[in-house]
């Protein structure tokens, strides 16, 4: 069934989070662990006391965290590096 698959998406857990990461690509730039456009990843945790969905992404050459509330865009991070945002 997973002939023609290019990507899996995969569930790290980490102490108490767990990533959810469903796209991912990969560039020659090493000083983001050869991470690329188009990647994605997501986990809950809490904002101002309430649960929220945060979205890491990076796309043309931005890396960008979102974070979302209510089904609302509450916050949004944008950087040129992962260790940046």
């Known amino acids: 069934m997973s002939k023609n698959v290019e990507f899996f998406p995969i569930l790290v857990k980490i102490r108490i989070y767990s990533v959810f990461i469903y796209q991912i690509s990969s ?3 090493t000083h983001w662990q050869y991470g690329g456009s188009n990647y994605k990843a997501s986990l809950i ?3 101002l006391r309430k ?3 945060y979205l890491s ?3 043309d ?3 960008k965290i979102e974070i979302y509330q209510d089904s ?3 916050k949004t991070y944008v950087s040129l590096t ?3 945002v």
Do not use: G, H, R, T
């Open 45 to 47: 945790y809490l904002f």
């Open 57 to 59: 992404k990076i796309e």
């Open 27 to 29: 560039l020659s730039q």
């Open 82 to 84: 992962p260790d940046d």
């Open 61 to 63: 050459k931005l890396c």
């Open 51 to 53: 649960p929220a969905i």
């Open 72 to 74: 609302q865009l509450q």
